[in-house]
């Protein structure tokens, strides 16, 4: 299996960064939002801190979960975060998390934001 070029970038720029100051970071999920910056609104622009149901999905311990959902509505941005914070400072730490999706474009898009995520906060940069 050949890995598209686009993931096997962020790969090697993973693999090349220096490691975070995983000591500052929190392993509770409200407070690890808060230091890594908390989501954008996409049409104010403003930051704002996760719902409920999204802190639901993230704290969720189950072995699987299916969410049928709408578009737009943040389950995506939850479960980013959640990637994040369990491969920085939570249990699959250490491990290769994968992304998936129903279409390339769509896998592409999930990166990206994960990539962004990423280079926007101080502390995971």
Known sequence: MTTRPIFRKLREAIAEAP????????????????QIGLPVHPKTGNPSPLLQYQLDLIKYAGPSMVVVKSNKIGVTEAILRDM??????????????MLSAQDMRLATQNMGRLKELFLQSPLLR
């Open 19 to 34: 490691p975070a100051d995983l000591d500052t970071l929190s392993s509770d999920v409200e407070e690890f939002n808060r």
């Open 84 to 97: 994040a914070m369990r491969g920085v400072v939570g249990d699959c730490r250490g491990f290769q998390l």
